[in-house]
């Protein structure tokens, strides 16, 4: 459980957190909307958890929303979940996460070092880690997750002590700005993705029927809790002029606390916990393509062979790296909060068939049916506004499905045998 629970905080805490707030702050003006919408999020995060939670306690196997839709819905809507990891679900957060740690090394590296080649780099040490044995990986991201949390809450304190308290907090008013409050939740989801981390390594999991939803639900509350401290150090920091539309408000904001001593140190810090979001994701990411290899849905080289999925890895890598080289930063974070918005709607979607299927007994849903019917309603709600107001990537993002069609008709048909998704937990 301690494991799961690491890998769903190390791949929650990673870009989005460090960059969101900024340009939330430009669309925004004040910082009282954006804490808004970073709380809100964490009660839609915690109902995802509960609803995945009690997906993966009927369905304890790994591959995340392919596993889930394929066997509460059907083979090909899996499969448009599995392609959406692909591109946008694993693929394009480690773009964003590898293309922002310059912001934070820069500090230290200088600021003539490329993002790309810095995030490359990041990219290669990650798949290494997680891509020759399992419990050495493992390790290794505990301890880091423990130190990168240490880190941001001895931040959190000492900023809450240095903020200055002439401050005054003021009413949310959101009656003009609604539009752009939506797209802020759906960046703000961005940031909270991570929630369902621990869902891809499923049948890793010990006793997972009984762990993964305290992981999801446990390591969900307590970013929740760091994000808002954390936000709240930033936003109140320095005035919103000087945060707006900037990526780095973390170094800002320590900067503006305790000089650039402190914002060589948090720059450092952030670039840690970048780095351990990246290797985390490349660790979920990787199982999913496994388990679809596993099935017939992907080439069967990409599953795993051992302990670990290296293939697989080695695929994510090469995918991430790509997308390190062809994309700029807001657009990639809006391109990832409107196609996760749609998968994660579609899979607590099937939660709710198989519910009516199989019956309360068979199915245990916490809130039933107000906690799932909340988190659809709402993830669709943020995506249609996040459509409205950038079209452009919204089309990507729906590209990106209608081009797992054709895919998925190409790939089934290159298999010697007919692809079938198994409840076997051995991906």
């Given at each position: 459980?301690a494991?799961?629970?690491a890998?769903?905080?190390a791949n929650?805490?990673?870009?989005?957190?460090?960059t969101t707030?900024?340009f939330a702050l430009?669309?925004?003006?004040r910082?009282?909307?954006?804490?808004?919408a970073?709380?809100?999020g964490?009660?839609?995060?915690t109902?995802?958890a509960?609803?995945y939670g009690a997906?993966?306690?009927r369905l304890p196997?790994?591959?995340?929303e392919?596993?889930?839709?394929?066997?509460?819905?059907?083979?090909?809507a899996?499969?448009?979940?599995g392609?959406?990891?692909?591109?946008?679900?694993?693929?394009?957060?480690?773009a964003?996460?590898a293309l922002?740690?310059q912001?934070?090394l820069?500090e230290w590296?200088?600021?003539?070092?490329?993002?790309?080649?810095?995030g490359t780099?990041?990219?290669l040490?990650g798949?290494?880690m997680h891509?020759?044995?399992?419990?050495?990986g493992?390790?290794l991201?505990?301890?880091?997750?423990?130190?990168?949390l240490?880190?941001?809450?001895g931040?959190?304190?000492f900023g809450?002590?240095?903020i200055?308290?002439?401050?005054?907090v003021?009413a949310v008013?959101?009656?003009?700005?609604?539009?752009?409050?939506?797209?802020?939740l759906?960046?703000v989801?961005?940031?909270?993705?991570?929630w369902n981390?621990?869902?891809?390594?499923?049948?890793?999991?010990r006793?997972p029927?009984?762990?993964?939803q305290?992981s999801?639900?446990?390591?969900t509350?307590?970013?929740t809790v760091t994000?808002l401290?954390?936000?709240?150090?930033?936003l109140?920091?320095a005035p919103?002029?000087?945060?707006?539309?900037?990526a780095?408000v973390?170094?800002?904001?320590?900067e503006?606390?305790?000089?650039?001593?402190l914002?060589?140190?948090?720059?450092?810090?952030?670039?840690?916990?970048?780095?351990?979001?990246i290797?985390?994701?490349?660790?979920?990411g990787s199982?999913v393509y496994a388990?679809?290899?596993?099935?017939?849905?992907?080439?069967?080289r990409?599953?795993?062979?051992?302990e670990?999925?290296?293939?697989?890895?080695?695929?994510q890598?090469?995918?991430?790296?790509?997308a390190v080289w062809n994309?700029?930063?807001v657009e990639?974070?809006?391109?990832?909060?409107?196609?996760?918005s749609l998968?994660?709607a579609a899979t607590v979607a099937?939660?709710l068939?198989l519910r009516?299927?199989?019956g309360?007994?068979?199915?245990?849903?916490p809130?039933y049916?107000?906690?799932p019917g909340?988190f659809?309603?709402s993830?669709v709600a943020?995506?249609?506004f996040m459509?409205?107001r950038?079209?452009?990537?919204a089309?990507?993002?729906?590209?990106?499905?209608?081009?797992?069609?054709p895919a998925?008709w190409?790939?089934?048909?290159?298999q010697?045998?007919?692809?079938?998704?198994t409840?076997s937990?051995n991906?």
């Amino acid at each position: 459980m301690a494991s799961a629970t690491a890998l769903v905080i190390a791949n929650m805490i990673g870009a989005g957190v460090f960059t969101t707030s900024g340009f939330a702050l430009a669309d925004l003006g004040r910082p009282e909307p954006v804490l808004l919408a970073w709380l809100i999020g964490g009660g839609l995060a915690t109902c995802g958890a509960l609803s995945y939670g009690a997906l993966a306690r009927r369905l304890p196997l790994s591959g995340g929303e392919y596993t889930f839709l394929a066997l509460t819905v059907h083979p090909l809507a899996g499969f448009l979940a599995g392609w959406i990891s692909l591109l946008g679900g694993f693929t394009a957060p480690l773009a964003v996460a590898a293309l922002t740690l310059q912001a934070y090394l820069g500090e230290w590296l200088g600021t003539a070092m490329r993002p790309e080649w810095v995030g490359t780099g990041a990219l290669l040490a990650g798949g290494l880690m997680h891509g020759v044995r399992l419990r050495i990986g493992l390790a290794l991201q505990n301890v880091a997750v423990v130190l990168k949390l240490l880190i941001i809450i001895g931040f959190i304190v000492f900023g809450c002590t240095r903020i200055s308290p002439e401050v005054r907090v003021s009413a949310v008013v959101l009656a003009d700005n609604v539009p752009a409050f939506a797209a802020t939740l759906v960046w703000v989801s961005f940031a909270y993705s991570g929630w369902n981390a621990a869902v891809y390594v499923a049948g890793e999991v010990r006793d997972p029927g009984r762990n993964l939803q305290r992981s999801l639900v446990l390591a969900t509350a307590l970013v929740t809790v760091t994000y808002l401290g954390l936000n709240t150090v930033f936003l109140y920091s320095a005035p919103p002029q000087v945060l707006a539309g900037h990526a780095e408000v973390g170094a800002i904001a320590a900067e503006a606390l305790g000089g650039i001593a402190l914002r060589r140190v948090i720059s450092l810090a952030v670039a840690a916990a970048l780095f351990t979001s990246i290797s985390s994701m490349i660790m979920a990411g990787s199982r999913v393509y496994a388990r679809m290899a596993h099935d017939g849905f992907l080439p069967p080289r990409l599953a795993a062979k051992g302990e670990v999925p290296s293939m697989a890895v080695l695929l994510q890598i090469g995918l991430a790296i790509v997308a390190v080289w062809n994309g700029g930063l807001v657009e990639l974070l809006g391109y990832v909060g409107f196609t996760l918005s749609l998968s994660a709607a579609a899979t607590v979607a099937g939660l709710l068939r198989l519910r009516l299927r199989e019956g309360p007994r068979g199915v245990p849903v916490p809130g039933y049916p107000w906690v799932p019917g909340v988190f659809i309603a709402s993830t669709v709600a943020a995506a249609m506004f996040m459509a409205l107001r950038e079209p452009r990537v919204a089309a990507i993002g729906l590209l990106t499905v209608a081009a797992g069609l054709p895919a998925y008709w190409l790939l089934a048909r290159a298999q010697t045998t007919p692809p079938k998704v198994t409840r076997s937990p051995n991906a």
